[in-house]
């Protein structure tokens, strides 16, 4: 992943010096995007070893609507721990607008059955998306994520919000808009989820994956990660592993961490860096 150690590096030395909500401070360029042929691997980071358990669960999380760390947590992921209230919950995060989009009559579209359907009866269009900005449930910028969460808000509003599919001689290919990433941390879960989300609808569609764009509003790196992007800015990339799912789901709804197998992944070593919250 190449491309990524450009972005690190364009971030170093074009970003502005930006306040941020957090207090951590960043440095920031806006607008960026990095393409990838799923054909040419499985687009796990090898500069530093990520953990593909969270990377996977947190995508079943996302996809059977939950909205608790609960579920998270029991399947060691513990990601989104600094977020939720002491009951576990986010608000109404991702997999709520996701797949139970609230309705004004009360009731719900699921915005993922849509996207499978359109992949397999209708795969010329051109709104095959879905997107998780749901203006009436983000958070009040003046409390903290958690209180939100509490009154029903968003802990945090989405920043990976737009998916969108693209089919083409039986191939299938996602753009991704994330409208703030946090280089360092979130982006490499980000590139790799959208991934895992391609290979897993092109399994239930009967397409073959083709190619990821990740398209990045403000794209940052924390003041407090600077010493770890320049490790990472002194590794090479090594070959990146492959992906395989063992089984196929009656629905897309029915993966289980175990059904992916990550073959021939040599990273260097993690890089612990402190999250802001
Ligand atoms: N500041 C910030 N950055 C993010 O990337 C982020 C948020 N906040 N808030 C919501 C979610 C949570 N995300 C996170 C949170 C923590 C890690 C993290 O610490 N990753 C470690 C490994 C931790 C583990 O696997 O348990 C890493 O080295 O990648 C990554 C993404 C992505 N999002
Ligand atoms: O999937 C994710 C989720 C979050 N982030 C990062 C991007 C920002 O650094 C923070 C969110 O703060 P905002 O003030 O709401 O922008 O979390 C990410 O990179 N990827």
Redesign the pocket.
């Given at each position: 992943m190449k491309q990524y150690l450009e972005l690190l590096s364009d971030i170093l030395e074009n970003g502005a010096a930006k306040g941020d909500r957090?207090g951590t401070g960043t440095r920031s360029v806006f607008g960026r995007q990095i393409r990838h042929n799923l054909a040419d691997g499985f687009p796990l980071l090898t500069t530093?070893k990520?953990?593909f358990k969270?990377i996977a669960n947190e995508l079943i999380w996302f996809l059977s609507g939950n909205t608790n760390i609960r579920w998270l947590n029991e399947h060691g992921?513990?990601?989104?721990n600094e977020?939720a209230t002491e009951a576990g919950e986010l608000g109404p995060v991702y997999g709520r607008q996701w797949t139970a989009w609230p309705t004004k009559d009360g009731g719900s579209i699921n915005q993922i059955d849509y996207v499978v359907n359109a992949l397999k009866n209708n795969p010329n269009s051109r709104r095959i998306l879905f997107h998780g900005w749901n203006p009436e449930y983000l958070p009040d910028d003046k409390l903290s994520p958690t209180e939100n969460a509490r009154q029903g808000k968003m802990a945090?509003p989405p920043?990976h919000l737009l998916y969108q599919f693209y089919v083409a001689n039986g191939k299938l290919s996602a753009q991704l808009y994330i409208r703030s990433s946090?280089s360092f941390?979130?982006l490499?879960?980000n590139i790799a989820s959208v991934a895992l989300l391609t290979h897993m609808l092109a399994q239930q569609c009967d397409l073959i994956a083709h190619e990821i764009v990740v398209s990045i509003g403000d794209l940052h790196a924390?003041s407090n990660h600077i010493e770890q992007i320049n490790t990472q800015l002194l590794r090479s990339p090594r070959p990146l592993p492959t992906l395989i799912i063992n089984r196929r789901p009656d629905s897309i709804y029915g993966y289980k961490f175990e059904d992916f197998e990550i073959v021939g992944y040599d990273a260097h070593p993690?890089?612990?860096?402190p999250?802001?919250?």
């Open positions: 957090t530093k990520l953990h969270s992921v513990n990601i989104w977020w945090l920043c946090d941390l979130g490499p879960y924390y993690s890089i612990a860096a999250i802001a919250v």
